[in-house]
C-alpha cells in the first residue's frame, strides 16, 4: 500500500531546476518526508529530509505544502549527473517503521544536453 | 570520509547452496539496515537493527538471518538460495539520532544464483 506517488518519469534541461513533485495526502504528523536518489545501481543516496517546515541545503530544497500532503524536491541547477531515480520516502519518527526507509515507484528524472 | 563497506562486492552461488554478506557500518553509527533490489525493481526493506537488537523487520523471507554484532557490523546469512534471490543487497547504516537523521548506504553486494 503505497504511501507516496509519483510521476514515472521527468526530463529537464541541463542548467536549469528540477521541480520534482510527490503526494502523501495520507502522511501522519509523526512522519517525516525524505528525499533519497539512485544512480544506477548504485547505492541510494540521502539528499534531503523534512517535517513540515521548507528545508534546504547544499544538495536541493524541499517544498512541502502548508498542509503537509504534498511536496516538492528542487534540484536548482541540474547537470547530467544528476541523472538518477528519485524516491519521496515517508517515515514516522518514532515507534513501528521508524528504522526503516519503505522505497516506492520513484520518478526517473533524465537531465537532457 | 569512511562510507558503508560490504562485501563481497560480488558473489555467485549455485541454488540450494548458503551466502553471508557482511556489513560494515560507518564508525559509531548503531543502526544497521538490509535492503535487497532485483533486477529492475526498487530497493525492498529485509530488516534493521538497532544497539544488536532487531528494530524492524521488513518482506525478509524464513530462510534468511541477520544479526548484528558487539562491533555493529551486520551479516545477512542466506540458506537454501534459490535463483530469485539473485539481486544486489545493500546495507546502510546511521547514527542514533531517532528517525530524524539520514541513513548511508555502501555500494551493495551483487548476488547470482544459478
Known amino acids: 500500500d503505497a504511501k507516496t506517488t509519483q510521476p514515472t518519469s521527468m526530463d529537464c534541461a541541463e542548467g536549469r531546476a528540477a521541480n520534482l513533485p510527490c503526494n502523501h495526502s495520507?502522511?501522519?504528523?509523526?512522519?517525516?518526508v525524505y528525499w533519497y536518489r539512485q544512480i544506477h545501481s548504485q547505492g541510494p543516496q540521502y539528499i534531503i529530509h523534512?517535517?513540515?517546515n521548507n528545508e534546504t541545503n547544499e544538495m536541493a530544497s524541499l517544498i512541502i505544502t502548508e498542509d503537509r500532503k504534498s511536496s516538492t524536491l528542487i534540484l536548482p541547477h541540474a547537470t547530467l549527473r544528476d541523472t538518477a531515480v528519485y524516491y519521496c520516502?515517508?517515515?514516522?519518527?518514532?515507534?513501528?517503521?521508524?528504522?526503516?526507509?519503505?522505497f516506492g515507484k520513484g520518478t526517473k528524472l533524465s537531465v537532457i544536453p | 570520509a569512511a562510507g558503508v563497506i560490504q562485501s563481497p562486492r560480488h558473489l555467485i552461488k549455485e541454488k540450494r547452496e548458503t551466502a553471508t554478506l557482511k556489513c560494515y557500518p560507518i564508525?559509531?553509527?548503531?543502526?544497521v539496515y538490509w535492503y535487497q533490489q532485483g533486477p529492475g525493481q526498487d530497493p525492498q526493506f529485509l530488516i534493521s537493527?538497532?544497539?544488536?537488537?532487531?528494530?524492524d523487520k521488513g518482506s525478509i523471507p524464513d530462510r534468511f538471518s541477520a544479526q548484528q554484532f558487539s562491533d555493529y557490523h551486520s551479516e545477512l546469512n542466506m540458506s537454501s538460495l534459490e535463483l530469485g534471490d539473485s539481486a544486489l543487497y545493500f546495507c546502510?547504516?546511521?547514527?542514533?539520532?531517532?528517525?530524524?537523521?539520514?541513513?548511508?548506504f555502501g555500494q551493495g553486494t551483487r548476488l547470482t544464483v544459478v
Open positions: 546502510a547504516s546511521s547514527p542514533h539520532r531517532g528517525p530524524d537523521t539520514e541513513a548511508f
Open positions: 495520507t502522511i501522519s504528523g509523526n512522519e517525516y
Open positions: 523534512g517535517l513540515k
Open positions: 520516502i515517508v517515515r514516522p519518527y518514532s515507534g513501528a517503521g521508524s528504522y526503516q526507509l519503505t
Open positions: 564508525p559509531r553509527h548503531d543502526t
Open positions: 537493527f538497532y544497539e544488536k537488537m532487531q528494530s
